[in-house]
């Protein structure tokens, strides 16, 4: 099929009132994983590489397997850049191929928040490259990323006002959710996501969808959440698996079996979350 777009993939999943499952991917055992994840249950899907994990094979590499995996399949792929720090990163994966960009201009203030994001957006938008942006900032550490401390959740009304000056097609929004594992049972506010919701009325993201209760994921979806993002969990999936052959088989040398393990945890995670996402079976082909 080739790789769409979220333009209509987001669309479609708000007004079905389900959500995409955004999984990011850093080697190519984790591609074929969460594709083939996708193509059983029928699936659309979305995989996203951050900055650190394009600055250690490069936006080319990564996406080079995505694309080769997304033309030999019948489901709707999207490459998308996670957590886009400039305006030159977001630039040189519009260049590159990338199907979806995120800029996230969360750690300024508003009104630069505001300029960057609708600078790539005025980017984006003759080659039809929806943008996602981020208001208020998800707390915990990944990779590169520290959402800082304090309040940061996403004003409503603010969101309102950014999404009418920058035009982005989507919004991450902060509700509670973290980077990272959790140090305890994640608390999101639920209200204000409504609230948001009630302002808002393009495509809403939930960041940090790792180690959230299913239950809480659910109801994310019901009040108006279309993506859900998951890293560190395949990151543990993939690495459990390749520990647990290696463990078995402790002479083992060849990085092809090893490397099954680890597609076949992935997978696995990955199918539950396809589920929990409610996207099962709603891989119609998509016009970009």
């Known amino acids: 099929m080739g790789l769409t777009t979220t333009n209509e993939m987001l669309l479609r999943a708000q007004k079905g009132n389900y959500a995409v499952g955004a999984f990011n991917v850093e080697n190519m055992e984790m591609v074929i994983a969460v594709i083939e994840a996708a193509e059983e249950l029928d699936a659309p899907v979305i995989l996203q590489t951050t900055p650190s994990t394009v600055n250690y094979a490069g936006l080319n590499y990564y996406l080079a397997n995505t694309k080769a995996a997304a033309e030999n399949s019948r489901i709707p792929v999207v490459m998308h850049l996670d957590h886009g720090s400039s305006f ?40 039809n490259i929806p943008v996602e942006a981020e208001l208020g900032k998800i707390g915990g550490k990944e ?13 409503p009304l ?21 980077h990272g594992l959790y140090k305890g049972d994640p608390k999101l506010d639920l209200n204000r996501l409504s609230e948001i919701r009630n302002e808002v009325d393009i495509p809403l993201v939930l960041h940090g969808g790792s180690g959230i209760d299913d239950n809480l994921i659910i109801e994310s979806i019901k009040r108006g959440i279309c993506k859900v993002n998951y890293a560190t969990e395949l990151r543990i999936a993939y690495s459990n698996g390749v520990k647990k052959y290696l463990s078995e088989n402790p002479d083992a040398i060849d990085p092809k079996k090893y490397g099954k393990e680890g597609i076949k945890s992935v997978k696995e995670f990955v199918m539950g979350r396809i589920k929990v996402c409610g996207c099962v079976g709603k891989s119609t082909p998509i016009k970009n």
């Open 88 to 127: 030159e990163l977001a630039m040189q994966a519009l260049r590159a191929g990338y199907t979806s960009i995120m800029i996230d201009g969360s750690h300024s203030d508003f009104d630069e928040n505001i300029r960057l994001t609708r600078s790539v957006v005025n980017a984006c938008t003759p080659s």
């Open 143 to 155: 990779d590169d990323l520290d959402g800082g401390e304090g309040d940061n959740y996403t004003d």
């Open 158 to 178: 603010q969101a309102k006002y950014f999404v009418e000056k920058t035009g982005v097609t989507s919004l991450a929004v902060a509700i509670g959710t973290a």
